[in-house]
């Protein structure tokens, strides 16, 4: 058989306090879609960013083509042929998609850059990709699959010979993903070698060739995918641990109205959405991408200005009309976008924790905050989602991209709040944090809570649900209840009477 073309030999990693690559040996081939797999923390990102020159390991070898490189820089990974799709994309809204793809390559013709060639060259590789936008257009205005697409475009760019994709379909339509899917067999088919990252499974079934699963910066095991079964790669993810994946929806009284829209309207945005939430009741709204969900989410959390229509919410037993400003009172929104929304970076574990919940943590003596109770809460929220910490200074850029999910989510169980808005609230979770994330929701409602949960993952939705609303062009066109089909609700979102 041929060698290897990729060889990753012993690769360790620490950071200050966490081992993250106990030393890590694997091979590609090319031609071959190899999926890399693991719990939130395992250490995949961590091992493609010593690949992809964006993590120098503390020790270890790399083998490309069958001569050891050197990689200490993206620059370097680019020249031995390597092509990284991030797990979050690093995007400026307001530069273009042609200097967005060139950031560090411009074409140059005489140290002036060449936008003639630019232009063509990414105009090229987005046609591959199936979009038809202008290279000009602003990153702003194209929506985040298409976003997606130009972090895909930028690998694509240097005509890789390995490329590395970190979840990339987590803001992806059905239909981008599927053409997606077809550009990742068709680079195998021109012999690339393509590390795939996902906690889709079932994506990883339809796609890879062969499946690598580590755990706690080792590898623990893997094989072809024709042999593996689901269960299989999961008791690898998890090892000797017990995950409880198995949830039982229980219905539970109603209670009375919390939350009424009444004739929302943002123009070109939410056409007249009204609907209520009572308390102790797990709302789904669903729609495909772009119809309208998150943007009805980011009203009611007083993110965006609404042109019209009235917000009420109870407080003393009765439903007053509130203002949008006074909506984060009430609400609590664990956000799709948590790198632009939803969390500090380059602050703390234990202060992203806190910050929903500054008041009850000052005691109302702002700004002292009781450090004793806010190191009490925030183990608490650590120990319930098991978050991977090594301290709670630790900073939350330094998490892995699942932790820093489950830090928001933890941050809102801290404030309890009478409504929470939960907006793709398991993005980039493994699958036992999936699973524990709807048994949350569903202890949530069960004490007192009203809950609005969108999810692209239309079985997550319906499975913790007791009701859904379907949205279409900005617009809720039905009303669903919880036992409306799979197939109704996607008619329903498809624009179906
Ligand atoms: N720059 C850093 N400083 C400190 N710790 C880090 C840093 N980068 C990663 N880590 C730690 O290394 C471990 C592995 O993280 P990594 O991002 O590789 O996980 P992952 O397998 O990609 O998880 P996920 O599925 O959640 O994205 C985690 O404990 C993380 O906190
Ligand atoms: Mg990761």
């Not at 306090?17 to 693991?38: H, M, P, S």
């Not at 190191?375 to 850029?397: C, P």
Request: with cysteine; hydrophobic share 40%; net charge neutral.
């Amino acid at each position: 058989m041929a060698e290897p073309y990729l060889r990753m030999e012993n690769i360790r990693k620490s950071f200050p306090g966490v081992q993250a690559l106990k030393g890590i040996t694997f091979d590609a081939n090319q031609g071959e879609i190899l999926a890399l797999i693991g719990a939130n923390g395992a250490g995949k990102s961590t091992l493609m960013n010593v690949l992809g020159g964006n993590v120098i390991p503390d020790e270890g070898k790399i083998v490309i083509g069958g001569c050891e490189v050197k990689i200490n820089s993206p620059l370097d990974a680019a020249k031995n042929g390597v092509a990284f799709v991030h797990q979050e994309m690093a995007m400026l809204p307001t530069m273009s998609i042609v200097d967005t793809m060139f950031i560090s390559t411009f074409p140059t013709n005489t140290s002036v850059i060449d936008y003639k060639t630019a232009n063509e060259r990414c105009g090229a590789v987005l046609k591959r990709l199936g979009c038809n936008f202008d290279p000009g257009t602003k990153i702003r205005n194209i929506s985040p699959g298409s976003q997606q697409m130009v972090e895909i475009g930028r690998a694509l760019l240097s005509d890789p010979k390995i490329i590395i994709f970190d979840e990339p379909t987590s803001s992806l339509t059905s239909r981008e993903k599927e053409h997606l899917f077809e550009i990742i067999n068709s680079l195998k088919q021109d012999g690339a070698v393509i590390i795939y990252i996902s906690h889709m499974l079932d994506e990883v079934f339809q796609l890879c060739d062969r499946a690598m699963v580590l755990r706690n910066g080792e590898t623990v095991g893997g094989g072809m995918i024709k042999d593996l079964t689901y269960d299989d790669i999961v008791k690898l993810m998890i090892g000797s641990k017990q995950i409880d994946s198995y949830f039982e929806y229980k219905q539970r009284p109603v209670g009375d109205p919390v939350l009424t829209v009444k004739k929302m309207c943002r123009k070109g945005v939410l056409d007249n959405i009204s609907f209520t939430l009572c308390k102790g009741e797990v709302v789904g709204l669903w729609g495909l991408l772009g119809s309208g969900r998150t943007e009805v989410a980011r009203a009611l959390a007083g993110l965006d200005s609404i042109d019209s229509g009235e917000i009420q919410v109870c407080t003393n037993g009765h439903l007053h009309p509130v203002k949008q400003s006074e909506m984060k009172n009430s609400v609590g929104m664990v956000t799709e976008n948590r790198r632009e929304e939803g969390l500090l970076l380059p602050m703390s574990v234990k202060h992203n924790m806190s910050l929903a919940n500054l008041w009850k943590l000052t005691r109302g003596f702002l700004p002292f905050i009781q450090s004793k109770l806010e190191q009490e809460q925030t183990q608490k929220y650590v120990d319930r989602l098991e978050i991977k910490v090594a301290n709670h200074n630790q900073r939350v850029e330094t998490l892995s991209g699942g932790n820093q999910q489950k830090v928001i989510i933890g941050r809102w169980l801290q404030k309890n709040p009478l409504i929470y808005i939960m907006d793709e609230p398991t993005r980039g979770l493994d699958v036992g944090a999936k699973a524990d994330i709807r048994k949350i929701i569903a202890e949530l409602a069960e004490s007192g809570a009203a809950i609005l949960v969108i999810s692209s993952e239309i079985d997550e939705m319906m499975s913790v649900s007791d009701r859904y609303l379907v949205m279409n062009r900005g617009r809720i066109v039905a009303e669903l209840s919880r036992d409306a089909t799979k197939e109704k609700l996607m008619a329903a979102a498809a624009g179906a009477q």
